[in-house]
């Protein structure tokens, strides 16, 4: 078994596959999103996290936002 790439860069690290870092953020508002690069979600369709300073967060990437399944009511 080998060992998982890890590697600190500038604004994030990457950790096998996954390459994540910090794209934007605003100290005053506390708002932060990062963006997750993996072979399947390269650049142009990367996944972009965005968190709020309450703690909310979205996901989305190059085909919008992705929201969470609604449970059917029995």
């Not at 998982?4 to 508002?29: P, V």
Request: glycine share 8%.
């Amino acid at each position: 078994m080998s060992a998982i790439h890890y590697a600190e860069t500038k604004y994030g690290f990457d950790w096998g596959a996954a390459k994540i870092e910090r794209c934007f953020s605003d100290s005053k508002k506390g708002w932060v999103v990062l963006c997750l690069e993996t072979p399947k979600h390269k650049r142009g369709n990367m996944v972009q996290i965005y968190v709020t300073k309450t703690g909310k967060v979205r996901i989305s990437d190059a085909h919008g936002e992705w929201l969470k399944i609604q449970k059917e009511k029995s």
